[in-house]
């Protein structure tokens, strides 16, 4: 069936620092990609999307790239915060129904 | 306003109990959706609904018991708890269940523990 596998946590960088989160999936189709993220105590809320290969998904500094040749989305972001420190997931929408497969998160801790 | 609102926050039950949490979202949305995240943060959907219909049943113990009275609510309703069912459940929806592209907004979830 289609997975996700992102990688493992917890990611301690500096303010200021160059974060990769790397996600790659296995699916069937063409899925949409989604990185979500959850605050401390919080719901998951979408940090951005791509629905289609070579697109690029944006929002508050972060990236990725859906890459159909290595099944790959990785996320970046050029100088993170303290506030960016979360748990972040990787999804993709698998099959019918908008049915979100979700990574085992990452979780982002960020010093100053 | 809160889009995706879910009662209670937090449940704290005894083991053989039967308990329910409420979803509502007011942002129109056709589709609803249940989620279980563990104590490792592993995030799996249980169930949705689109338009009150059940469309997605993964496999959940039958004691596990969703009901959409209406397109803006759906609740879950689990008999006899078990320790295994402590977690924390989200609620989410989007627009309807007819693109893979369309984004889910979650509830801020219920912590269930069961002693």
């Known amino acids: 069936g289609d997975s996700v596998t992102q990688m493992e946590g917890p990611v301690t960088l500096s303010e200021e620092a160059f974060l990769t989160i790397n996600c790659t999936y296995t699916?069937?189709?063409?899925?949409?990609l989604f990185w979500y993220v959850q605050y401390p105590g919080e719901g998951l809320q979408l940090l951005l999307k791509?629905?289609?290969?070579?697109d690029k998904g944006s929002n508050k500094g972060f990236e990725a790239t859906y890459r159909k040749e290595t099944t790959s989305f990785h996320l970046e972001k050029g100088s993170v915060q303290v506030s960016d420190s979360a748990v972040y997931f990787c999804?993709?929408?698998?099959?019918?129904?908008?049915?979100?497969?979700f990574g085992a998160g990452t979780r982002l801790a960020v010093h100053p | 306003d809160t889009a995706v609102s879910q009662t209670p926050k937090y449940l704290v039950t005894q083991m053989g109990n039967d308990k329910s949490i409420k979803c509502e979202q007011n942002?129109?949305?056709?589709?609803m959706y249940w989620y279980k995240q563990d104590s490792k943060k592993f995030l799996k959907i249980m169930f949705s609904?689109?338009?009150?219909?059940?469309?997605i049943n993964e496999t959940v113990p039958n004691r596990f018991s969703p009901k959409s009275p209406d397109k803006a609510h759906l609740n879950l309703h689990i008999n006899s708890l078990e320790l295994g069912d402590s977690a924390v459940y989200f609620c989410?929806?989007?627009?309807?269940?007819?693109?893979?592209?369309?984004?889910?907004?979650f509830g801020p979830g219920t912590r269930l523990t069961v002693t």
């Open positions: 791509a629905t289609k290969a070579d």
């Open positions: 999804a993709l929408s698998s099959g019918g129904y908008n049915k979100l497969i």
């Open positions: 609904y689109n338009n009150k219909e059940l469309i």
């Open positions: 699916a069937t189709g063409y899925p949409s």
């Open positions: 989410a929806s989007s627009q309807d269940s007819t693109s893979g592209s369309y984004e889910q907004y």
């Open positions: 942002l129109g949305h056709d589709t």
